[in-house]
């Protein structure tokens, strides 16, 4: 049967435009081919596929595929893959969305897991994974994370090494701010449960042969606002033993130091140091007073000198300086002092051979000394903590909101049960044990 280009009338039900034998039926317009149909299993292609070979699907089209509508399995789809359909792939002012609607600051969001053979950023790719194990990276493992080095076992372990000696290496640079009156923080850490717990801890070492400053913690606070200023604020609260602060070894304190109780010294009691404690109080006065005594024997004149350290006069207002004498012995006898002009030598007058007891007081007038000077008595207001606000309220039977100290927060006020009657002495404290770490060699 002979097909004809005007079209033919005597086709019939078994007539067909085709092939008899395994060849593929293919149609060319141009001499190019426009559609081909596989023999062996009758998939179509249509356009040029490049080479002469069969359909790789039912029907595949080399270009763009318009139709009225798909459906599959007998259910229309999404006009446009690109509509918005519940669990599908939406899009919106140029975002993609997949399993979700897409938030309008992603390019890209997805609902669920994301896997791809690699992944790539500004042309570079990144590691197979941001949770994989990489060589000063991010690492992940039963639930734990490293930052720059494989977990220690801490839920996060941070490390940083500086590249250069102008480069700061920080591990944590955590930072809160805003114009709103909440409190801000810019790291809380809470520690609770049974044993020993430390909310922050902080280790910071030297190795053998460096000489540069060591700090575990640095804090300083300062702005311009008028409001107060804590380097540190601590507090303890609660049952059993309480110090806001314990330091084991010296402190230094670069200006002064004020305490509304008694400065005292506390130890084992000597004669019975497994059950008591002994303190001392110190003896407080207006005045930055320096103490010295002793005693001298009166030589045949009934006189002698005591030298004072060479740096006595510059200590000192030698100008108010003062001795107090008394003799010694049972039977009394006047004696007299009398300074040299520089005030470095007190000659003691009174009975030849005798001895007198001296002590000498004198008001620190020092440069340092009168940089932290303040008055004896001053005006609360300004720099000088807030009028209408006390020290220790307690000590006044006025609540703490009364107090120049900030007020726990509210999540604190519901841990504390009944409070510490005030001025409470608490008994002597057991130190507390010191990781081995803490005494390693070549540590400041």
Known sequence: MTWLIGGNSNVTTTSFLGTTNLQPLVIKTNNKEAMRVASADGDVSIGDQGATRSPDYKLDVQGILNADDIYKDGTQLVGSQWEDVTDGISYGAGNVGIGKGPAANYRLDVAGTLNATDLHKNGSPLISSQWQNDSNGISYAAGRVGIGMTSTGAGLTVARSGVSSIEWAVGIDASAFGDGTAPKFGI?????????????????????????????????????????????????????????????????VQGKLDT????????????????KTLRHNSVESPENLCLYRGKVKLGPNGSD??????????????????????????????????????????????REGAEVAYLVLADRDDRTMQLFSRPVEEEKGGSNFERGKLLSPEAFDLPLERGVAPLPRQEEQTIRAEPTPPRAVPPEPIAPEMPAEDKGEGSD
């Open 305 to 350: 000198t005591v030298q004072l350290p060479n740096y006595f006069a510059a200590l000192i207002n030698e100008e108010e300086a003062t001795a107090y004498l008394t003799p010694v012995g049972e039977e009394p006898f006047p004696t007299s002092y009398k300074w040299n002009g520089a005030h470095t030598e007190l000659t003691i007058f009174g």
């Open 260 to 275: 509304p109780g008694g400065k005292s010294f506390l130890i084992d009691h000597p004669l019975d140091p497994q059950n």
């Open 188 to 252: 809380r850490a809470t520690a609770s449960g049974g044993g020993q717990k430390r909310a922050g801890y902080f280790l910071a070492s030297s190795p053998q042969g460096v000489d540069t400053p060591t700090w575990a913690a640095y804090c300083y606070a300062g702005g311009a606002g008028p409001g107060p200023k804590y380097g540190i604020y601590a507090e303890a609260f609660g049952g059993g033993t309480l110090y806001a602060g314990w330091f084991r070894n010296n402190v230094l």
